[in-house]
T-cell receptor
């Protein structure tokens, strides 16, 4: 059974700092991995999608890496801003259905 | 904006009641998935519908049921509500079953008293 874990559960950093969020999964047989952002009480916004054959994806100040063999992914946020404050969720897709298995998220607070 | 809408935004029910949540997907999106997100947790997969047929189900009891309609709308029905059903319910749509990005709606916040 696939399990997804995210560390740390919460993180508070001063504005401008670079930071790394971690995600690990137990079954390496995944189709892809996604990183999402969720603002309080809101739905999910997809940030980056990494296919199983890829090693990383970049979008602006965000860079996500994937190491399938070790069951790990990281989300790197450069030059953090208060607007980056949100919960960040990683999710893996595996199996015949378009089903995502989520971690419990990392709550990020960027202090001005 | 993802083009996926959900109604209502908030709902309060009492234990034992039944509830219907609605989702409107983007035109052409034949797949809709429903997720339950309890407070402080990640979303959990309830089930998926593809072209109006159930196409996979998570670890949820039969009192959770769904429907998908030809006009790209769908419903999640929950019977005999329990206190633990209190959560944010999210729907997500995608064009097909292939590996691709799902588009999530804003969710319906359900509180069961």
């Amino acid at each position: 059974k696939q399990e997804v874990t995210q560390i740390p559960a919460a993180l508070s950093v001063p504005e401008g700092e670079n930071l790394v969020l971690n995600c690990s999964f137990t079954d390496s047989a995944i189709y892809n991995l996604q990183w999402f952002r969720q603002d309080p009480g809101k739905g999910l916004t997809s940030l980056l999608l990494i296919q199983s054959s890829q090693r990383e994806q970049t979008s602006g100040r965000l860079n996500a890496s994937l190491d399938k063999s070790s069951g790990r992914s990281t989300l790197y946020i450069a030059a953090s801003q208060p607007g980056d404050s949100a919960t960040y969720l990683c999710a893996v897709e595996g199996g015949a259905t378009n089903k995502l298995i989520f971690g419990t998220g990392t709550l990020l607070a960027v202090q001005p | 904006e993802t083009g996926v809408t959900q109604s209502p935004t908030h709902l309060i029910k009492t234990r034992g009641q039944q509830v219907t949540l609605r989702c409107s997907s983007q035109s052409g999106h034949n797949t809709v998935s429903w997720y339950q997100q309890a407070l402080g947790q990640g979303p959990q997969f309830i089930f998926q519908y593809y072209r109006e047929e159930e196409n996979g189900r998570g670890n949820f009891p039969p009192r959770f049921s769904g429907l998908q309609f030809p006009n790209y709308s769908s419903e999640l029905n929950v019977n005999a509500l329990e206190l633990d059903d209190s959560a944010l319910y999210l729907c997500a749509s995608s064009p097909g079953l292939a590996v691709e990005t799902q588009y999530f709606g804003p969710g319906t916040r359900l509180l069961v008293l």
